[in-house]
């Protein structure tokens, strides 16, 4: 844990130098609230905190960051998109409520970008396909025939209906030919707590909120969704090398605001702090992208090309799945 925090802080501490918000001299006179749409430990938390505490020292104020999590985040969502454009309320968010949610669900409390200011995007985030050292899979050929020999029995948890994670798990199951049960959780803190319990028997979480319990010998990493292999987990192989090009995804976080924020609150001062970004140690694969490039939060793999997740759930054909659990 203390490797992701220090190598989390590395990759976010440029961002703390990105912030200040010339033109808007008594900016920040209060503590800022970063609104975290999930239970604590996951991925989305895990770096939110890191980033309050850089932030927070940059400014000169406390960051303060709260958990609103349900509803596969978009009740933190909401709240941040309903709050005043003063720069005192941000949200630190990933794929699941910005992006993928709004385009599956008939109907979500708020409209993608109209009610946001995109800040900026931050990381790229790989997801990992875990297991619970119970099952009879020491890897993902190993895994993939026990799953089918076993259908409809193995549980997989995610971070809820239409989450990154449970669109990865869809696209895993529809490329391996699987057919597993699902089990939503409000976030990755709770579903990791009941991997490492044996209540389920496969998980998917960003890789950084998987890492740290690796060493209890009760969870085995066997797959990264991620286009290529992760400095966090360097023995683990990708969907791709293990023969399911069309089971890649990458998440990306990001940080957002409700619509009409000040420029002078938001603004990046200048290209090159950008570029700083982007150049810093790459175990958290920094992902750095200005506000107008903010508004898809995942990129997906079709063998062939990346494309944003809007264009793609246009298309693709596990789209169903999806929309069919929002109706029920």
Not at 56 to 77: D, F, H, R, Y
Not at 90 to 109: E, F, Q, Y
Not at 282 to 311: K, Q
């Amino acid at each position: 844990m203390k490797t992701i925090v220090k190598l989390a802080g590395a990759a976010l501490l440029a961002l703390a130098a990105l912030v200040a918000p010339a033109g808007a001299q008594d900016y920040p006179n209060k503590p800022i609230r970063l609104i975290v749409p999930y239970p604590p430990g996951g991925g989305v938390d895990i770096c939110a905190r890191i980033l309050a505490e850089l932030l927070g020292a940059k400014l000169g104020q406390p960051m303060i960051v709260e958990n609103k999590p349900g509803a596969t985040s978009t009740i933190g969502v909401e709240f941040v998109a309903k709050s005043a454009p003063d720069g005192y309320t941000l949200l630190a968010t990933n794929s699941d409520g910005m992006t993928i949610v709004p385009n599956v669900k008939r109907t979500v409390p708020y409209s993608v970008p109209k009610d946001f200011t995109f800040i900026s995007r931050l990381l790229l985030v790989p997801l990992t396909v875990s297991v619970y050292s119970g099952v009879p899979a020491k890897n993902m050929t190993e895994f993939i025939a026990y799953a089918k020999a076993n259908p409809g029995k193995l549980r997989y948890g995610t971070s809820g209906v239409g989450s990154g994670p449970h669109f990865a798990a869809l696209l895993l199951e529809k490329a391996a030919g699987l057919k597993m049960v699902h089990v939503p959780y409000k976030g990755s803190g709770p579903n990791i707590q009941d991997l490492l319990g044996g209540h389920i028997d496969l998980s998917l979480n960003a890789v950084q909120a998987i890492v740290p319990v690796v060493s209890s010998g009760k969870v085995r990493m066997l797959a990264l969704t991620s286009p290529t292999r992760d400095p966090f987990a360097p023995d683990v192989p990708t969907m791709a090398e293990i023969g399911l090009p069309d089971a890649t995804l990458a998440i990306m976080y990001g940080l957002v605001g409700p619509a009409g924020m000040p420029a002078a609150v938001t603004e990046w001062r200048n290209a090159s702090d950008a570029r700083d970004l982007v150049a810093l140690d790459h175990t958290l694969r920094p992902a750095y992208a200005p506000a107008e490039r903010c508004t898809d939060f995942v990129v997906v793999n079709d063998s062939s090309n990346h494309h944003g997740i809007r264009e793609y759930l246009r298309a693709a054909p596990i789209q169903e799945p999806i929309r069919e659990l929002f109706q029920q």
